[in-house]
């Protein structure tokens, strides 16, 4: 336990000082409290107290602009904020303007009493935060006041002030570019682009070049200097998207600019110094592509710095009448009818599983906005929209087993070639796309076969249907990794 310790406490709600009055005098300490910041400041002042803990909305003045004024004239008093406007902006506006800590209201007590105990005992340092305030008028680039999301935004708000790379994992449809940009727009690279780059939507064969940029004359087609996403994001942020799909040869590259910090373009020579913060994301499991062989498990630790975990929406039910109306909102600027969700109809959407998260949830606003004339949408309409869904598997009722359906892979792959033709603008694609695309399925699909037998090729090849002969070639022309069964060690 901390040294006991005078605390002075600034908020306008009588219950909660109370309750922190009895919580820290519990603990052996002198709590002074008052509901308003003029007071909380005069106390500063005269050299009171050894922390402070404050409410952001108070009568006379916010607490947020007086977190700097207090670090200005005691840079060694420790700040703790409080707020029911429990939002990625408040915890960013509190860790940036020089607080210990941020706590959403309500709080858990036994939380409050540990993060006072850290503040009291940390070693002291004066260095106070450099960061230029977000604009007021920006639009959050998160929504949720769930448990869920308040370990998001206070991990987020930290990130802020350093230079880490980020690893951000969840299903799809959970926000994870949305995350990636918060970390961009509220963090110290805010000036410099922000560049994304989608793994599964580029040819593998184009993906270094994409990443790296190519000299001229580099390979058939490059007949002008191109460059890539590292030097488009210099002194930004570069989100390498679906990071899981990045191909063997680019993975090794990748891992030589993040330990070297520099690359050469495709066909270059020239070294050039990366600039960039690089925020990876993806919605599979990297340690089980490991094992299988398809992903370097030193690049994984290269990249998973930070690791951020977003909670698939039906584990933030909590979020769904602030998220959809917030989508009905975004309808609303986009031009489309003003709805109402009645509450009954919004009880039938926290029934609902989400398996597409929150994208799902923002398409099926939009939905409403759009097609239906009635401007209080009742749960009638919410049944009939999610009767597909419904039908369709949930998440867990499919882990596990190797079932993808024809039109999921089918949906899968036009997907995928309609980005392909459409990231050519008015030109073709190179020659002998055909080829190119059938090597991109057969290629996983024969990784995945291996892995699951274990580098066993024989086992493989039933699994496929192929004979072993065509399967060993198969294997050598399209240079698929074989990853033996390892050696298993009994005994202690």
């Known amino acids: 336990m901390s040294t006991t310790a005078t605390i002075l406490v600034a908020d306008d709600d009588r219950a909660i000082r109370t309750v922190l009055h009895q ?25 009171e107290g050894q922390l402070v803990i404050t409410d952001v909305v108070m009568p006379d003045e916010n607490g947020l602009d007086l977190v700097p004024r207090i670090r200005k004239l005691r840079p060694d008093l420790r700040i703790i904020v409080m707020s029911a406007q429990s939002t990625l902006l408040t915890a960013v506006r509190a860790t940036e303007r020089g607080a210990f800590e941020y706590l959403p209201k309500p709080f858990d007590l036994n939380e409050l009493v540990s993060v006072v105990n850290r503040a009291l005992t940390a070693p002291a340092s004066s260095a106070s935060r450099s960061m230029p305030p977000p604009e007021e ?18 991990a987020l ?7 880490l790379t980020v690893m951000v994992a969840g299903e799809s449809g959970t926000g994870k570019e949305l995350v990636a940009r918060a970390l961009h727009d509220y963090g110290k690279r805010r000036k410099g682009p922000f560049v994304a780059l989608n793994m599964a939507a580029i040819p593998r064969e ?68 990366a600039n960039v913060r690089i925020v ?31 909670p698939p929406l039906r584990e933030r039910l ?48 939009r939905r409403l906005s759009a097609l239906y004339s009635e401007e209080v949408i009742g749960p009638e309409t919410i049944e009939n929209e999610l009767a597909d869904a419904i039908l369709a598997p949930e998440p867990e009722a499919t882990a596990g087993r190797d079932v993808v359906s024809d039109s999921t892979l089918m949906d899968a792959v036009d997907r995928h070639l309609q980005a392909l033709f459409a990231a050519h603008g008015d030109r073709l694609p190179p020659d002998g796309i055909y080829d190119r695309v059938i090597s991109e399925v057969e290629r996983p699909l024969l990784s995945l076969a291996l892995g699951a037998t274990r580098g066993n090729q024989l086992r493989a090849a039933r699994l496929l249907g192929l ?21 298993v060690r009994r005994g202690g």
Request: glycine share 8%.
């Open 23 to 47: 919580a820290l005098g519990r603990q052996g300490h002198v709590v002074r409290s008052t509901g308003a910041a003029a007071t909380l400041w005069q106390w500063v002042q005269e050299g």
């Open 137 to 154: 008028g920006e639009r959050l680039p998160l929504i949720g006041r769930s448990a869920a999301m308040q370990e998001i935004y206070r």
């Open 157 to 163: 708000a930290r990130l802020m002030t350093a230079d």
């Open 206 to 273: 184009l993906i270094e070049s994409e990443l790296f940029g190519h000299e001229r004359g580099a390979f058939t087609g490059a007949v002008q200097r191109s460059a890539g996403k590292f030097e488009q994001a210099a002194g930004g942020t570069l989100f390498l998207d679906e990071i899981g799909d990045m191909p063997p040869e680019a993975q090794t590259r990748l891992l030589r600019v993040l330990q070297e910090g520099e690359y050469t373009t495709v066909g270059g020579r020239t070294p050039i110094k």
């Open 280 to 310: 990876a994301a993806t919605h599979r499991d990297l340690r089980r592509l490991i094992q299988q062989g398809l992903f370097r498990e030193d690049l994984f630790y290269r990249l998973n710095v930070v690791p951020i975990r977003l």
């Open 318 to 365: 909590d979020d769904i009448p602030e998220l959809a109306n917030h989508f009905l909102r975004m309808a609303t600027v986009d031009g489309l009818p003003a709805k109402v969700l009645s509450p009954d109809a919004m009880t039938r959407l926290r029934q609902h599983r989400w398996p597409g998260n929150v994208r799902e949830l923002e398409n099926l606003m």
């Open 467 to 487: 004979n072993r002969n065509t399967l060993r070639k198969k294997i050598k022309d399209l240079d698929v990794p074989v990853v033996r069964a390892p050696q």
